[in-house]
T-cell receptor
Framework: KQEVTQIPAALSVPEGENLVLNCSFTDSAIYNLQWFRQDPGKGLTSLLLIQSSQREQTSGRLNASLDKSSGRSTLYIAASQPGDSATYLCAVPTQGGSEKLVFGKGTKLTVNP | KAGVTQTPRYLIKTRGQQVTLSCSPISGHRSVSWYQQTPGQGLQFLFE???????NKGNFPGRFSGRQFSNSRSEMNVSTLELGDSALYLCASSRLNLGTGELFFGEGSRLTVL
């Protein structure tokens, strides 16, 4: 059974700092991994999708890496801003051909001005 | 291009009532899935539909049901509501017909059961 863990559960950093969020999964046979952002009371916003054949994906100040063999993914945020404050979630499909995702509990990020 | 639209955004029900939530996927997306989010359990998969067929179902009681229409719009229904059904219900759609694609979520329907 696939399980996804995100550590730490919460992180507080000063503005401008570079930071890394971690995501680990127990079954390395994944098809892709997706990172989301969720603002309080809102839905999920897709940040990055990494296919199993890829090592990393970049979008602006965000860079996500994937190491299937070790069951890990990281989300790197460069030059953090207060507007980056949100909960970040990672998710993997339970099987190919399915949109049934298993989510981590998320990391709540606070960027202090 | 409009995103995933969920209605209603907020609703309050009492125990024993039933509720229907609606989801309109992004234009051209034929796969729709539903998730329940609670503070204690996090995000949990409810069901997934493609071309009006349920392809996957999560571990929820039979009180939770759903369907998809020919225009890909989807509804989910919860009957005989319980206090524990209070949650944010999120709908997601995907472009890829066979899954494993990028999911796009709506803003959710916040259900409160009193």
């Amino acid at each position: 059974k696939q399980e996804v863990t995100q550590i730490p559960a919460a992180l507080s950093v000063p503005e401008g700092e570079n930071l890394v969020l971690n995501c680990s999964f127990t079954d390395s046979a994944i098809y892709n991994l997706q990172w989301f952002r969720q603002d309080p009371g809102k839905g999920l916003t897709s940040l990055l999708l990494i296919q199993s054949s890829q090592r990393e994906q970049t979008s602006g100040r965000l860079n996500a890496s994937l190491d299937k063999s070790s069951g890990r993914s990281t989300l790197y945020i460069a030059a953090s801003q207060p507007g980056d404050s949100a909960t970040y979630l990672c998710a993997v499909p339970t099987q190919g051909g399915s949109e049934k995702l298993v989510f981590g509990k998320g990391t709540k990020l606070t960027v202090n001005p | 291009k409009a995103g995933v639209t969920q209605t209603p955004r907020y609703l309050i029900k009492t125990r024993g009532q039933q509720v229907t939530l609606s989801c309109s996927p992004i234009s051209g997306h034929r796969s729709v899935s539903w998730y329940q989010q609670t503070p204690g359990q996090g995000l949990q998969f409810l069901f997934e539909y493609f071309s009006e067929t349920q392809r996957n179902k999560g571990n929820f009681p039979g009180r939770f049901s759903g369907r998809q229409f020919s225009n890909s719009r989807s509804e989910m229904n919860v009957s005989t509501l319980e206090l524990g059904d209070s949650a944010l219900y999120l709908c997601a759609s995907s472009r890829l017909n066979l899954g494993t694609g990028e999911l796009f979520f709506g803003e959710g329907s916040r259900l409160t059961v009193l």
